[in-house]
């Protein structure tokens, strides 16, 4: 693990502090400052690395993709816009849609029906292995207040990759009720999560 | 049997998701740069998913990151443009010409065209909404090209302008124009198709001469996508001929359109 930048403080106001300074560095960046971009790799570099390891999980992509996206945030650090949303949120969502593009792309059907059943074990068994966060035992408690039809639509999708439409399938249920739950649960986590 | 189409707003949590995808997507992406409320509920649900991300978080092999530097100093970034999206644009326009609309004496604006004029802001911003302006609240990475944000620019430059008027040979042109940027973004709709190797070249005519200022792309269903055309200086029209091979340097044929840019 690299030492660049300051590291995140215990505590209470710690969430609020790293989110803030993400987004006075995402701001640097922008103005094409290398040592700022390097404090964002080491601030959100573990977000995006977990989220295009959960989802693309084949390792020889993990790390192109990771890549991919960190020089997205380089490249597009003027894009970010500080008054509509946190600069995690941002970086993620970049994150993500890079991640599922791939793993659309890659494979199709066949290899993704049969991980489908395994996946929450294969969540589980990723967070094992994660750094300490302060929230992430946050996320997880909140995640267990969502109904298991919520639960699943939502990590079936952010964590698997699935489209609505596979979800359905998966789930034997119809897509409007996948569309409502995924909606729903996401309002229920971001309630849970509260303002950062 | 057909699938029902779902109501777009009801997609929010599954576009915050990546989980709608194709044509659903681009709905979606079409009435969220008109809902105000959506890109609300978006901003919130991309809390929630950031959440998500953060609950996974794993420490990057330090190789990856030393890449992703290196690589950086090799990548050029994008430039800065005005914040608001390019939706926005089209709403700035709609604003602009709402105060237009009541002030007297434009010679390019006689009222029957207030009709046109609404249409054609509704061609543009359907055109933007098509992915012609390929920005969006979203973000929207790798489809940035610099034209786009040049056009976005003039889009939403606080003296855009809009101007449209009838083509000789068949449909309509629409142009933004900005003095401030001294450039003007141009789109046609319904313009005849043409025989193989003819080409609508776009001009700038005036004191400084007539100058060549970009050929329209083929149409994509009867629309012309946003091009951008810079250096437009105080006097100028902008014209529309039809060349036999471009890049034409003289026009070799009348204009189809004269438009006057002075207000």
Redesign the interface.
């Known amino acids: 693990m690299r030492e660049a930048g300051p590291r995140q403080v215990p505590g209470t106001a710690a969430g609020q502090t790293r989110h803030a300074d993400l987004e006075a560095l995402i701001g640097a960046v922008a103005r094409g400052d290398q040592a700022a971009f390097e404090a964002v790799c080491a601030r959100a570099g573990s977000a995006v690395f977990g989220v295009v390891r959960t989802v693309v999980r084949d390792p020889s992509q993990v790390e192109e993709v990771c890549q991919e996206v960190l020089l997205d945030v380089w490249r597009a650090a003027s894009r970010f816009e500080p008054g509509k949303g946190s600069a995690m949120a941002w970086v993620t969502t970049i994150a993500h849609r890079r991640a599922v593009d791939r793993v659309r792309s890659e494979h199709r059907s066949a290899e993704r029906q049969l991980r489908a059943a395994s996946h929450q074990v294969a969540y589980d068994e990723v967070t094992e292995t994660v750094e300490t966060r302060l929230d992430r035992e946050r996320v997880r408690r909140c995640l267990r207040s969502l109904t298991s039809l919520q639960r699943e639509s939502v990590t079936l999708a952010y964590y698997g990759g699935y489209t609505m439409r596979e979800i359905a399938a998966l789930l034997a249920v119809p897509e409007g009720t996948v569309k409502t739950r995924m909606r729903d649960g996401l309002i229920r986590l971001r309630d849970c999560l509260g303002a950062r | 049997m057909r699938?029902p189409r779902?109501e777009p707003h009801?997609?929010?949590?599954?576009y915050?998701?990546?989980?709608?995808?194709g044509a659903d997507r681009a709905r979606f992406e079409r009435h969220l740069a008109t809902c105000q409320a959506c890109a609300g509920e978006l901003?919130?649900?991309?809390?929630?998913?950031?959440?998500?991300?953060?609950?996974?978080?794993?420490?990057?092999?330090?190789?990856?990151?030393d890449?992703?530097?290196a690589?950086?100093?090799r990548?050029?970034?994008?430039?800065?443009?005005d914040?608001a999206p390019a939706w926005r644009a089209f709403l700035r326009v709609h604003r602009a010409r709402a105060r237009w609309v009541p002030a007297p004496k434009r010679a390019w604006r006689p009222a029957p065209r207030r009709l046109a004029l609404g249409l054609a802001v509704v061609f543009l911003a359907a055109a933007a909404a098509s992915g012609a302006v390929a920005l969006s609240?979203?973000?929207h990475?790798?489809t940035?090209r610099l034209s786009d944000h040049a056009i976005a620019e003039v889009l939403n430059a606080p003296d855009a302008v809009l101007l449209t008027s009838r083509v000789t040979a068949g449909g309509t042109a629409t142009v933004v124009m900005s003095r401030r940027d001294r450039a003007l973004v141009f789109t046609t709709a319904g313009l005849p198709a043409l025989s193989a190797g003819r080409y609508y070249q776009l001009w700038l005519m005036g004191p400084a001469g007539d100058r060549p200022a970009g050929v329209l792309p083929a149409p994509d269903r009867g629309m012309t996508s946003l091009v951008i055309a810079t250096g437009v200086t105080a006097g100028d029209w902008v014209g529309l001929t039809v060349e036999p091979a471009p890049p034409a340097r003289h026009r070799t044929s009348k204009p189809i359109l004269m438009l006057s840019l002075a207000a």
Request: hydrophobic fraction near 50%.
């Open positions: 699938r779902p009801s997609l929010v949590g599954a915050a998701l990546d989980a709608i995808t901003r919130g649900l991309r809390e929630a998913t950031a959440g998500l991300a953060e609950a996974v978080a794993a420490s990057p092999p330090a190789e990856v990151i890449r992703t530097l690589a950086s100093a990548t050029r970034q994008l430039p800065a443009v914040r609240a979203e973000h990475l790798g940035a």
